[in-house]
């Protein structure tokens, strides 16, 4: 989407659904890790809309260069080559993520170079930055996909002198114990964490069959016990 309305615009940077059910384990299923990598995606781009912001989608084939560092760099200098003089990047991981947070960010970086949303976890789940301030290759070498991101992400700001601030601090989704967090906290409230709630209770229940029937393969063994004689015709 392009919309010259405004100077700044959002960045939602993904992998598709499929290679994203394969880098994530959510639930011991490919086709339900694909089902939660779908609703993710599509939850995000649901809430990029709302903001009523221009913005844009790099998925996997749209991505250039070797690292997650550089392709990331790459995305928003790209975004910057449009025209648009502040980014706001956001990944598919925080369904908690609204419309009134990224309307909130594009207001703080009216004030400040750089917005950070840190996770409850120290990475991060929103960053907006400003031309004037985006050094790319301090930018791609920064600590991504680790714990200490958000640290990384704040020394970036003052070693360069940018002004910046913090959002308030959000949960994301890359396992199974942060999936069911969310499913348990948000269901009464969101169809998609209802749709994960169902996901994870159709999993416990298959597992449950499966030690179920491992139970009585192991009774049948120890006790000599064995099917009755298949009947020939």
Known sequence: MNNQSTNTAIL???????????????LNSNKSNRTIAEKLIAT????????????YVFSTEQQIGFSFGERLS???????????????????????????????????LESNEMVVGPTTKGGSYLIGISESSYNKDSF????????????DLLCYAKSNSTS???????????????????????????????????????QKIKLSLNYFFIRISIVRFLFGISAPPAVCC
């Not at 928003?76 to 648009?84: D, L, Q, R, W």
């Open 12 to 26: 939602l940077f993904t992998h598709d659904a499929e290679t994203e059910s394969k880098r994530k384990f959510f």
């Open 44 to 55: 995000s781009v649901k809430k990029i809309q709302a903001s009523g912001l221009p913005h």
């Open 74 to 108: 790459n995305a928003i200098e790209s975004v910057f080559n449009k025209g648009y003089k502040k980014v706001i990047v956001v990944g598919n991981d925080c369904p908690v993520l609204n419309k009134r947070e990224l309307q909130e960010a594009r207001q703080l």
């Open 140 to 151: 791609t070498n920064l600590k991504w996909g680790t714990k200490n991101l958000l640290d």
């Open 164 to 202: 910046y601030c913090t959002t308030k601090h959000l949960s994301d989704i890359n396992n199974y114990d942060e999936l069911q967090e969310f499913a348990n906290k948000y269901s009464y409230v969101s169809a998609t964490a209802r749709l994960f709630s169902s996901l994870l209770s159709f």
